[in-house]
C-alpha cells in the first residue's frame, strides 16, 4: 500500500477503514503521529476553540473542565503505512486502567527490547502515544509527567540493566471523580457489642452514634475525554434520629453529626428517641429470648428480673449478667455469670452458677459459687461463698471463706474458713470443719506475702552491701596506714602557715573523700537495717493472727465439730474436737509454743 497522509478525530476508525480498502489485517497497518490539536468548547463558547499547548486550565477553571457542559476532542494528522518492525527496539506492553479510565498505565512486558541508544525516549514516547490513540485515549493533555516518567525507566535499565520482571509507566491520568457520601448512622455503642447481648453500658461522655451528612461529589473526565457524572448523594436517615435532650448532647460539623451520652447507663429507643436508660425490668432473661446483660458493673445500670414470684426461673441457662445492680425475684440457672456491684436473689441459685459481687450479695438460697464483699444468705446449702464477711442464717455443706462469720445454725458437713472470727449460734449436725487459717484469705495473703517478699529482697540487698562495706573498710584501713605520715605532714605545714605539697594535698583530699563516702554508706546500711527491723516487727503482728482470732458457739459442742487453727508463720496444725460447753475458742503463747484457750 502507499503511505496516505490524513487528518482524523478518531485513529482507530480511520485505521480500520483504511485496512478495509486496502484489504490488509488492521495489524498490517501503523501510523505515525505527525501532530495534533486539542479543541474544547465551554460554557462560554458556541464554537470549538483551538488550546495552545496541553495544559487546560491555563484557558479555563477545573470546575469547568469537569462539568457535563465542557466538550473536548482531538484532531491527528497522521502518516499510515505498513507496519515494520524495528530490528532495535521492540516496547511490548499492555494497558492498565482504573474503573473510570482516569488513570492508565503501561505494564511493560521484560521481553520488551529497549537499547540505551540516541532517541530511545522519543522511540518510547511515539510508541506509547501509538497504543494510547489506538484504544480512542487523547494525548498531551493527559500525560504532562510522561517524559519524567520515561527518564525514570531508562534511568533504571542504566543503572540493573534489562527489566527482569513487569514494569508499571504511569502513561496518562485526568480529573478522577469524587463520589458522593450517602448520609448513614454509626452505632459506635454497637461496636463492642458482645454476641446475643440485649444491654449496650455506656458511660458519660461515650460516643453513641454518628450521624454522617450527605456529601455531594465531584464529576471528573476521563482520559478519553469523556465526561464523568456522579449522581446526588443518596439521603435516607435525614429525619430518623431523635434524642432525648436530657441525656444526650450533640456535637455538628461539617461531616457527621455526634451523640454522646451526658449520663451513664444503656442506650435504648423509646416513642423514636434516642436516650440513656438506668433501669431495665425484665420478666425473665434466657439465652433465647434476652441473651447476656453485660454492659459493665462500672455503668449505672440497674435490673430487676421476674415479677415477684421468687418460685419462678428468672434467669435460664448459660446468660452471663455484667451490670451494677441485679435484683432478681426467681432462680439462677446452671453455667449462669454474674457480676455486679449489688445483687439480690429472692429464690435460688443453680450450683453451676457463678456470682461476683464487688460490694453486697443477699440471697436465699445458695448452692452456686459466690465472690463478694459482703455476703447475706438465708440458706447456704452445698454452696461456695468468699467474702470479707459472710452472714448466713441456716448451713448445710458447702465452704466458707471469709474474715469474718456469723452462722445462726450449722447443720452438717460444712467447712468454715475465717481470719478473725466465727461465730455459731447452733450446731444441730456433725462433720463440721471450723479453721482459722490467716493464708487463705485473699487479702491476708497478698498482705503478707508483699511483705515476705519485700523482705527478702532486702535482707539480700543489706547482705550484698554489707560484704562491700566490709571490703572498702579493710581497703580504707590499709590505705590509711601509708597515707598517715602524709596527713601529719600536711598538717604540721598548715599549722606553720607553709603551703603544703600540691601532690600531697590532693592525696589526703582524696582519702578524706574515700571515708567521707564509706562514712555516708554506712549511715544508709543503717538505715536500711532499721527498714529491715520494721518489716519485721509488722510480720511478727501478721504472724500472730491466729492468736486474735475466736470461734464462739453459744450451744454445747457434741464432740463431732473439729476445730483447727493453723498458724501463717510455720503452717502447724492446733486441732481440737470440742465437747460440751465451750463459748469462746482461742490459742494464746506459753513461751515459744502456741496453746489452745477454752472460755465457757
Not at 118 to 126: P, T, V
Not at 305 to 320: L, S
Not at 396 to 412: H, K, Q, T, W
Not at 417 to 429: F, Y
Request: aromatic letters at 8%; hydrophobic letters at 35%.
Amino acid at each position: 500500500m502507499d503511505t496516505i497522509h490524513i487528518s482524523t478525530f478518531n485513529v482507530l476508525d480511520e485505521l480500520k477503514r483504511i485496512a478495509q480498502q486496502e484489504h490488509l489485517p488492521l495489524e498490517a497497518i501503523d501510523f505515525d503521529l505527525l501532530s495534533y490539536q486539542t479543541q474544547y468548547k465551554g460554557i462560554v463558547d458556541e464554537d470549538w476553540k483551538a488550546l495552545e499547548g496541553d495544559n487546560l486550565e491555563e484557558v479555563t477553571t477545573e470546575v469547568e473542565i469537569r462539568s457535563k457542559i465542557f466538550f473536548l476532542r482531538q484532531e491527528y494528522y497522521i502518516k499510515v503505512h505498513p507496519a515494520i518492525q524495528n530490528p532495535h527496539f521492540d516496547l511490548r506492553f499492555s494497558m492498565a486502567f482504573n474503573k473510570y479510565r482516569t488513570k492508565i498505565v503501561a505494564v511493560i512486558d521484560p521481553a520488551s527490547k529497549i537499547p540505551l541508544k540516541k532517541g530511545i525516549q522519543e522511540y518510547l514516547k511515539e510508541a506509547i502515544y501509538r497504543k494510547k490513540l489506538r484504544n480512542g485515549y487523547l494525548v498531551g493533555i493527559t500525560d504532562q509527567t510522561l517524559d519524567q516518567e520515561i527518564k525514570a525507566l531508562l534511568l533504571k535499565i542504566q543503572k540493573e540493566g534489562p527489566l527482569k520482571e513487569p514494569y508499571r509507566l504511569p502513561i496518562a491520568t485526568f480529573y478522577s471523580p469524587t463520589l458522593p457520601v450517602n448520609d448513614n448512622i454509626i452505632l459506635h455503642y454497637k461496636k463492642i457489642q458482645r454476641e446475643n447481648n440485649l444491654v449496650d453500658g455506656v458511660a458519660i461522655d461515650d460516643l453513641i452514634f454518628e450521624y454522617i451528612l450527605p456529601q455531594d461529589g465531584i464529576d471528573g473526565r476521563n482520559c478519553m475525554g469523556e465526561h464523568i457524572h456522579v449522581g446526588e448523594p443518596l439521603i435516607r436517615y435525614q429525619h430518623a434520629i431523635g434524642i432525648d435532650s436530657q441525656s444526650i448532647r450533640a456535637e455538628e460539623d461539617h461531616q457527621s453529626i455526634r451523640f454522646y451520652a451526658t449520663k451513664s447507663g444503656f442506650v435504648e429507643r423509646k416513642n423514636g428517641l434516642f436516650t440513656i436508660s438506668q433501669d431495665l425490668h425484665l420478666k425473665s432473661a434466657s439465652f433465647k429470648s434476652t441473651g447476656s446483660l453485660e454492659a459493665g458493673s462500672e455503668k449505672e445500670i440497674n435490673i430487676k428480673i421476674g415479677e415477684g414470684e421468687e418460685g419462678d426461673d428468672a434467669i435460664g441457662a448459660g446468660v452471663n449478667i455484667d451490670v451494677q445492680t441485679l435484683d432478681v425475684k426467681g432462680t439462677v440457672g446452671s453455667n449462669t455469670k454474674i457480676q455486679a456491684c449489688e445483687v439480690t436473689i429472692g429464690a435460688q441459685t443453680h450450683k453451676k452458677s457463678l456470682i461476683e459481687v464487688e460490694e453486697n450479695a443477699t440471697i436465699h438460697l445458695h448452692r452456686g459459687n459466690l465472690k463478694a464483699k459482703n455476703a447475706t444468705i438465708n440458706i447456704l446449702e452445698a454452696g461456695t461463698v468468699e467474702a470479707k464477711t459472710i452472714y448466713v442464717k441456716n448451713m448445710s455443706g458447702g465452704e466458707i471463706i471469709a474474715e469474718r462469720v456469723i452462722i445462726d445454725v450449722l447443720y452438717s458437713n460444712a467447712k468454715i474458713t475465717a481470719l478473725e472470727s466465727i461465730e455459731i449460734k447452733s450446731i444441730e449436725g456433725n462433720g463440721n470443719e471450723l479453721i482459722i487459717n490467716p493464708r487463705v484469705i485473699p487479702s491476708y495473703y497478698d498482705q503478707i506475702s508483699g511483705l515476705e517478699s519485700d523482705l527478702a529482697s532486702k535482707q539480700f540487698e543489706l547482705q550484698k552491701k554489707g560484704k562491700e562495706y566490709l571490703q572498702k573498710e579493710v581497703a580504707l584501713q590499709e590505705q590509711y596506714r601509708h597515707i598517715e605520715p602524709i596527713i601529719q605532714k600536711v598538717n604540721q605545714a598548715i599549722q606553720q602557715n607553709r603551703i603544703p605539697n600540691k601532690a600531697d594535698k590532693v592525696r589526703v583530699m582524696q582519702y578524706n573523700y574515700f571515708a567521707e563516702t564509706l562514712k555516708n554508706e554506712e549511715i544508709m546500711i543503717k538505715a536500711q537495717e532499721e527498714t529491715i527491723h520494721a518489716l519485721e516487727r509488722k510480720l511478727d503482728g501478721l504472724y500472730d493472727a491466729d492468736l486474735h482470732a475466736v470461734i464462739t458457739h453459744r450451744k454445747e459442742y457434741n464432740g463431732h465439730t473439729r476445730v483447727q487453727f493453723i498458724s501463717p508463720k510455720t503452717g502447724k496444725i492446733h486441732a481440737v474436737s470440742p465437747n460440751g460447753s465451750v463459748t469462746h475458742i482461742r490459742l494464746h503463747k506459753e513461751g515459744d509454743e502456741k496453746k489452745f484457750f477454752f472460755e465457757s
